[in-house]
């Protein structure tokens, strides 16, 4: 099992649609939760942090089930401008201060007009 | 102007060469990594270090090397290129401001080795 799974799409929606993805991750001890984006052949953008009482940053809400251990991503009203790949990233704050990231595979979006 | 600076861009190299792959960064940030990153796998820990004199292997650190010249600078060398280092590499920063610290990467360098 991957360490952190992510659908990779596409996900094809019209402008205007809302679309949601979902990421798990298989370290209970994970302690801290992004999501970013990045476009084609492009360096990975911070999008957003996710916290454990979910968070919101304009048309875009994570969600965290530590429970369950996923992490979502909302995105509403969807743009041209969204068609990216968005990835998952989980710290695993393992021991003495060393973080380890670890990546998923990422989600590819395409809104379309 | 980039916070974190990657040079080259592109890069063709053939089997056998070495190669090396600069970074630079204006954030003052002391911990630095690179990473690799191939379709469909992801990207994956090369090196990191959190400060001049910290060096430490990532996940996928063999046939790579690297050297953290100053806070500001880590570059990565290739000591002989394969044909399966192909790939698009990325430096990265981060702040040590603890778990929720968050990476910022440079604008990466494709690698291809023939």
């Known amino acids: 099992r991957k360490e952190v799974e992510q659908d990779p799409g596409p996900f094809n929606v019209p402008e205007g649609a809302t679309v949601a993805f979902n990421c798990t991750y298989s370290n209970s001890a994970s302690q801290s939760f992004f999501w970013y984006r990045q476009d084609c052949r492009k360096e990975p953008k911070l999008l957003m942090s996710?916290?454990?009482s979910g968070n919101e940053d304009g048309r875009f809400t994570a969600q965290l089930n530590r429970a369950s251990q996923y992490i979502s991503l909302l995105i509403r009203d969807s743009k041209l401008s969204d068609s990216a790949t968005y990835l998952c990233?989980?710290?695993?704050?393992?021991?003495?201060?060393?973080?380890?990231?670890?990546f998923g595979t990422g989600t590819r979006l395409k809104v379309l007009a | 102007d980039a916070d974190v600076t990657q040079t080259p861009r592109n890069r063709i190299t053939k089997t056998g060469k070495r190669i090396m792959l600069e970074c630079s960064q204006t954030?003052?940030?002391?911990?630095m990594y690179w990473y690799r990153q191939d379709p469909g796998l992801g990207l994956r820990l090369i090196y990191y270090s959190f400060d001049v004199k910290d060096i430490n292997k990532g996940e996928i650190s063999d046939g790579y090397s690297v050297s953290r010249q100053a806070q500001a600078k880590f570059s990565l060398s290739l000591e002989s290129a394969i044909p399966n280092q192909t790939a698009l590499y990325f430096c990265?920063?981060?702040?040590?401001?603890?778990?929720?610290?968050?990476?910022?990467f440079g604008s990466g360098t494709q690698l291809s080795v023939l």
């Open positions: 954030k003052g940030h002391d911990r």
């Open positions: 990265a920063t981060s702040d040590g401001q603890g778990a929720g610290e968050k990476l910022f």
């Open positions: 990233v989980v710290n695993l704050g393992v021991g003495s201060g060393t973080y380890k990231y670890i």
């Open positions: 996710v916290y454990s």
